[in-house]
């Protein structure tokens, strides 16, 4: 599991006095830096080896401003050249939001998916979520 | 369906040098606003009928900045007091991310869900993406 | 004068029920798209000529959502390599916001200021505050 | 002086490969916080004591994706009702961009400045940039 803790900031809220439904896709982005991190150790930018497919997020209860917030991310699902990240928004001891996201293994100069080498299989193996309930 | 045009901004962009995906449910909220009127006709904050249950986006194709985008929404499921919202991003003729919004009627006073009334559903059905190829 | 009208995103409020601060940098910055293309017609990306240097945003009164804006931008100051750019927010016949970007013609590659053309100083000053008020 | 500390986020960049300049707005008002808990300690929604009159940022050099961000903020002038709050954003030992917000004592019911009590102004002056390099 990566764990991101942080605030939400007060133009994460809207007019009905929570956070925003936009900010939870925002912030699991930003949680998934140590899933980017297995594929490209330095965050380069000018070899940036991954897109993403899909997103879903579940809104399972308001997040309020003031309280600290928790975003778990684990590696959810591993195929040849794709991926899923699962992601969980903590708040108070609730989880308030969930979301899955569809990562490919991508080569932005050949515009194609690549296959994901074994080691770094491994790697996201280890932030299985069943893997995280074991240790 | 309600028809949403408009620039993407610089700030859109990421260091992939294309629009960052979490501005698509940005956009996708603000293209709603038509959805809204249905149940608010003048946009009153203080007395908000909507509540977010989930969401979900394909990305098709990247989204170029300097080119006008067009968002198109349709209500593609009607229930008891949850509707589906199905929407699209069009750019250069391309659909190029679309995704679907599960709303709730909602009273945020009493903390629950509220039927839709008939009158409000044949409204949303005139929005339907069948109705729309029919028309 | 460049405008640019539209109409605030629910994501755009905050808990306090208007508009957040924040969003006025984001519009502006969207809003001299016409000043960019007189530097760069096809807003090309990889040559990108011009950095920020300074904003300022003076809040003049709350905006709301639900009501179309508009953005007013004028060159209002035209140096050697540097010029200002003055904006202001308009809702309801009223302006809102106001500010001034300060932007530098800039060679990223050799990261320093470039002297404006004259040509390109004369279509500067063809969107001057005074200018405009003459026409 | 007040710290927050934080990574950027990836949707925090843009075309040009760095920090989207619009991003020091929003990550200067998170910062902020300190100084909300000095008016209101429980950062109610309901009560808010605060309006933002003038912002103003300097850039001073590029901000980079995958390094750790400090924003410091110091408040710099305490007035009748009115203050301002000088922030910086620190990577890498250098100071990144720095700027000023124009806060009001203000009574969102009544939509008048409140003059600030002695006792919150004796707090204030705690975070002052002079009584920091003293201490």
Redesign the interface.
């Known amino acids: 599991m990566f764990s991101d803790e ?2 939400p ?3 994460d ?6 956070i ?3 900010c939870i ?2 912030w699991f ?2 949680a ?2 140590g899933v ?1 991190k297995v594929f490209s150790p ?2 380069d ?2 070899t ?1 080896p991954l ?9 399972h209860a308001q997040i309020f ?2 309280e600290k917030i928790e975003v778990r991310t684990f590696v959810s699902r591993i195929g040849n050249s794709s991926f899923d990240v699962y992601q969980e928004v903590w708040q108070q001891d609730e989880c308030k939001a969930s979301g899955t996201a569809v990562m490919v293994h991508f080569c ?1 100069q050949q515009q194609r998916a690549v296959a994901i080498d074994e080691n770094l299989k491994q790697i996201l193996l280890s932030h299985a979520p069943t893997q995280e309930k074991r240790s």
């Open positions: 942080f605030y900031r007060f133009s809220t809207d007019a009905l006095g929570h925003n439904n936009t896709p925002v982005e930003g998934r830096e980017f330095d965050l930018l000018k940036w897109i993403l497919a899909k997103i879903d997020v579940h809104f401003y003031g932005y």
